[in-house]
């Protein structure tokens, strides 16, 4: 697969995944990106 | 607000990207809705003064007055020669005038994110203060916050592909799973119906 191949399969992965296991990931692998937008964004 | 997010490349760009859509419906918008300050910026980098370029490179996401800039620089090395860029300009305080909050710089963990910024901050003589592997820098009244990308486990490769291995796998086995479910009740409906 091509870069191109694989940022369709991730762009069409992300949109189909359950929204709790995107949550499940970003909170447990990327908490700290998650709570500055969060707080920036004021979510 | 105005919060800029630089990651390695344009696979690193379309993953943040497609997150952050998911996570709190961000609309996807055109470089034209950021201040003209922030346009004249890009568009002198070089590399991003094609249109063509800056689509595939740069998006713009939106929700309500607030603003994500997230650019796939292009690998490693150019993710810190942009950051550099973006220190030296002469109207960096233009452009934290204009919105700026705060810059988060996504690297792949090999390439060891908190000490690839402090030295590219020493050698612009850059000041800051460090925390919570976040630097402040005390002139501009801004924010760098580093992000190390890849899961910690012995079969980690330490960048991107992790995520989308992980979710993935989270994915595709639950359809696997109800495909299995399916399969059963199939079955069964199968068997009740030879007995009818």
């Given at each position: 697969?091509?870069?191109?191949?694989?940022?369709?399969?991730?762009?069409?992965?992300?949109?189909?995944?359950?929204?709790?296991?995107?949550?499940?990931?970003?909170?447990?692998?990327?908490?700290?990106?998650?709570?500055v937008?969060?707080s920036y964004?004021?979510? | 607000?105005?919060i800029?997010?630089?990651?390695?490349?344009?696979?690193?760009?379309?993953?943040?990207?497609?997150?952050?859509?998911?996570?709190?419906?961000?609309?996807?918008?055109?470089?034209?809705?950021?201040?003209?300050?922030?346009?004249?910026?890009?568009?002198?980098?070089?590399?991003?003064?094609?249109?063509?370029?800056?689509?595939?490179?740069?998006?713009?996401?939106?929700?309500?007055?607030?603003?994500?800039?997230?650019?796939?620089?292009?690998?490693?090395?150019?993710?810190?020669?942009?950051?550099?860029?973006?220190?030296?300009?002469?109207?960096?305080?233009?452009?934290?005038?204009?919105?700026l909050k705060c810059i988060i710089?996504?690297?792949?963990?090999?390439?060891?994110?908190?000490?690839?910024?402090?030295?590219?901050?020493?050698?612009?003589?850059?000041?800051y203060s460090?925390s919570n592997?976040s630097f402040y820098l005390?002139?501009h009244g801004l924010l760098i916050m580093c992000?190390?990308?890849?899961?910690?486990?012995?079969?980690?490769?330490?960048?991107?592909?992790?995520?989308?291995?992980?979710?993935?796998?989270?994915?595709?086995?639950?359809?696997?799973?109800?495909?299995?479910?399916?399969?059963?009740?199939?079955?069964?409906?199968?068997?009740?119906?030879?007995?009818?």
């Amino acid at each position: 697969m091509g870069k191109e191949g694989l940022g369709r399969f991730i762009d069409h992965l992300i949109q189909e995944v359950d929204n709790s296991i995107v949550k499940e990931f970003v909170e447990s692998e990327l908490n700290k990106l998650l709570r500055v937008l969060e707080s920036y964004l004021k979510l | 607000m105005i919060i800029l997010l630089l990651v390695e490349g344009v696979t690193d760009k379309i993953f943040y990207e497609a997150l952050l859509k998911k996570l709190y419906h961000m609309s996807k918008e055109d470089l034209y809705v950021l201040p003209n300050e922030f346009i004249r910026f890009i568009n002198n980098v070089k590399g991003l003064s094609r249109e063509e370029e800056r689509r595939r490179r740069i998006s713009i996401l939106k929700l309500k007055d607030n603003n994500v800039i997230i650019i796939g620089c292009g690998g490693f090395k150019p993710l810190t020669t942009f950051l550099g860029l973006f220190l030296k300009y002469e109207k960096v305080d233009v452009l934290i005038k204009k919105g700026l909050k705060c810059i988060i710089v996504i690297m792949d963990r090999d390439h060891n994110p908190v000490e690839v910024i402090r030295s590219k901050l020493a050698s612009l003589n850059i000041e800051y203060s460090f925390s919570n592997n976040s630097f402040y820098l005390k002139e501009h009244g801004l924010l760098i916050m580093c992000i190390a990308q890849g899961l910690l486990h012995s079969r980690s490769t330490d960048q991107l592909e992790d995520y989308v291995k992980y979710i993935a796998s989270k994915h595709y086995t639950s359809i696997a799973r109800a495909l299995q479910v399916l399969k059963r009740v199939l079955k069964e409906g199968l068997i009740l119906n030879n007995y009818l």
